[in-house]
T-cell receptor, first 116, second 114 residues
């Protein structure tokens, strides 16, 4: 069964460093998403991406964040200068072509980011 | 804005017990409602969904009914198994926000003991 994969499973970085979190969505999906979950808090929407551009972003997704689909398979989240409060589990998700109320998002297993 | 509130965990129960996890929401109009489950070490998986009032979503013995009058979407299972131990997330999307933007509750950890 096709699945969303994410690498690495755990990333440790120093404050101020850049990190890139990688995701491989399901191959025929066209909508891509990033969510994060700070320990003990809710899963929060960060950004959605379609047709090589951002469809929607939350207030969390500031200028330190960027997303990219560098090739036909990968979808990346970059944090330019990490802060302690960026420590969280980051989930990638993808969904099929039709964007609507019946659409199901498929999630990856997450990348745990720890900023020291 | 839209929001989801679900009961806090952990919920610990014995195998074959009845499980209920309460979820209520705040939204304008008729959002789509979801239950996602996260097994240890895995990503979130869609468990069931309902897209209009009075719809019942069901899967793997779990059920939830979209109740507009009480703005609720409680998850139930009549007889849980140890393999149901996981974290369960209630979520909604739309209609005033985009359908692609899922908003989650805090998650409820369920522990089923033999």
């Amino acid at each position: 069964e096709p699945e969303v994969t994410q690498t690495p499973s755990h990333q440790v970085t120093q404050m101020g460093q850049e990190v890139i979190l990688r995701c491989v969505p399901i191959s025929n999906h066209l909508y891509f998403y990033w969510y994060r979950q700070i320990l003990g808090q809710k899963v929060e929407f960060l950004v959605s991406f379609y047709n090589n551009e951002i469809s929607e972003k939350s207030e969390i997704f500031d200028d330190q964040f960027s997303v990219e689909r560098p090739d036909g398979s990968n979808f990346t989240l970059k944090i330019r200068s990490t802060k302690l409060e960026d420590s969280a589990m980051y989930f990638c998700a993808s969904s099929e072509e039709e964007q609507g109320q019946h659409n199901e998002q498929f999630f990856g297993p997450g990348t745990r980011l720890t900023v020291l | 804005g839209n929001s989801v509130t679900q009961m806090e965990g952990p919920v610990t129960l014995s195998e074959e017990a009845f499980l209920t996890i309460n979820c209520t929401y705040t939204a304008t109009g008729y959002p789509s409602l979801f239950w996602y489950v996260q097994y240890p070490g895995e990503g979130l998986q869609l468990l069931l969904k309902a897209t209009k009032a009075d719809d019942k979503g069901s899967n793997k013995g779990f059920e939830a009914t979209y109740r507009k009058e009480t703005t609720s979407f409680h998850l139930e299972k009549g007889s849980v198994q140890v393999s149901d131990s996981a974290v369960y997330f209630c979520a909604l999307s739309g209609p005033t926000d985009s359908w692609g933007k899922l908003q989650f509750g805090a998650g409820t950890q369920v522990v089923v003991t033999p």
